[in-house]
């Protein structure tokens, strides 16, 4: 299956070594500052139980004409760069080219269709924990599994054979017959406690185990919930509950990529995580004071600026 990559940082150059090691057929489509070491060495998967190994990719390049048209398409990129990218990047599609999007929130399909039109889109997430260490090189922490399904929630085969390529590559695959409500579920885990986490700039296992920030993620959560059940996607209590035991499965040196971005001084994805929760609230009248106050105190640490102005 000849799949094109869109973005080789954490997620997409993960996914593309797992899915060149079990023989598919992978282009990447780069910035330049990738596509040296892309090309001479492919990418080096290490991991924390001692892994470190090279996986040759088919191709890379920075003109998604080079690469010509894809069985699928995996959108890897940063969510606040979706629409313009994959302006960039319609040579890669055929008449009904599926474009899997792996991004955090919950914005990325529309984003899709904005640019591309309609009949392109699905509903994806992963869930995963890597970083790029630098171009070529990518440090795997744990989790993997991806979650795809038509918008609409019907079966169709490009989903089944996107999948299946997934699972030859040992990537847990699922599946989802309500995508939308599965993008809530994780909008609801990576907004509360990575939000949290980057407020308080403390890892997972220090915020879990400190009763008040733990409570804090909880209510945080129970905000999204209220927000999503609003715009159609019912989440209970009983998600709630679910998705902190997710929080609390996470390696208890994790933090979120919005953290580490912030930390670092990049442009983060706060705009698509907490502030797009805000402003999706605010169509709908739900109160959501926590994702308010971590939107506002952290807007001043992103470089990117580009805030909404919500007051």
Known sequence: MKIGIIGAGGVGAYFAAALSAAGQDVHLLVTPRHLEPLRKQGIRVTGGDGRDELVPVAGAATDAAAIGEC???????????????????????????????????????????????????????????????????????????????????????????????????????????????????????????????????????ETRSHPPTRALVRDAMREVAAVATAAGAALTDDDVRSTMDQYDAFAPESTASMQRDLIAGRPSELEEQNGALVRIAAQYNVPVPIHTTIYRALSILDPAGQHSGIA
């Not at 302006?87 to 991004?103: C, E, M, S």
């Not at 970083?131 to 038509?150: F, I, K, R, T």
């Not at 509360?192 to 407020?199: I, K, P, Q």
Request: charged share 15%; net charge positive.
């Open 71 to 205: 069985d699928a398409v995996i959108l890897a990129c940063k969510a606040g760069h979706v629409r313009d990218v994959m302006k960039t990047a319609l040579p890669l599609l055929g008449p009904a080219t599926p474009v899997l999007p792996l991004q955090n929130g919950v914005t990325a399909a529309g984003q899709i269709t904005a640019a591309a039109g309609p009949g392109h889109a699905l509903g994806g997430l992963c869930m995963i924990i890597s970083y790029l260490v630098e171009p070529g090189h990518v440090h795997h922490v744990g989790g993997q599994p991806a979650v795809l399904g038509e918008l609409d929630g019907a079966p169709a085969p490009r989903v089944q054979a996107l999948a299946d390529a997934l699972s030859s590559a040992g990537i847990r695959t699922r599946i989802s017959g309500d995508i939308s409500s599965d993008l809530w579920r994780k909008f609801m885990l990576i907004t509360s406690y990575g939000g949290v986490g980057a407020l308080c700039r403390k890892s997972v296992g």
